[in-house]
């Protein structure tokens, strides 16, 4: 079955970096779209960016140069290079893979990880 793990969360200050990981199993990796999204408290989960299995990425204006989504489909990994943070950031970011090869949507979920933001 689709096991999606993400690491790298943490608590930093205003203006660092972070460099998230998620690694998948139980399909061919490189044939599948993947995102990043995020959930705040108290609020709904938002898109944050997406990487199609043909490497074009997408972004949210909240986090357009910022930050940077990118795979390595050698290691069934997805990255969200995170700069510049916020404390408008702060909240449990979570990996998604897509429904089918080459499109659907997102249907599949790791457990999330926690990133806070202090100012």
């Known amino acids: 079955q689709v096991q999606l793990v993400e690491s790298g969360g943490g608590l930093v200050q205003a203006g660092d970096s972070l460099r998230l990981s998620c690694t998948a199993s139980g399909r061919t990796f490189k044939n599948y779209d993947m995102g990043w999204f995020r959930q705040a408290p108290g609020k709904e989960r938002e898109f944050v960016a997406t990487i199609r299995w043909t490497g074009s990425t997408n972004y949210a204006d909240s986090v357009k140069g910022r930050f940077t989504i990118s795979r390595d489909n050698a290691k069934n990994t997805v990255y969200l290079q995170m700069n510049t943070l916020k404390p408008e950031d702060t909240a449990v970011y979570y990996c998604?893979?897509?429904?089918?090869?080459?499109?659907?949507?997102?249907?599949?979920w790791g457990q999330g990880t926690q990133v806070t933001v202090s100012s």
């Open positions: 998604a893979q897509g429904s089918f090869p080459y499109g659907g949507s997102f249907t599949y």
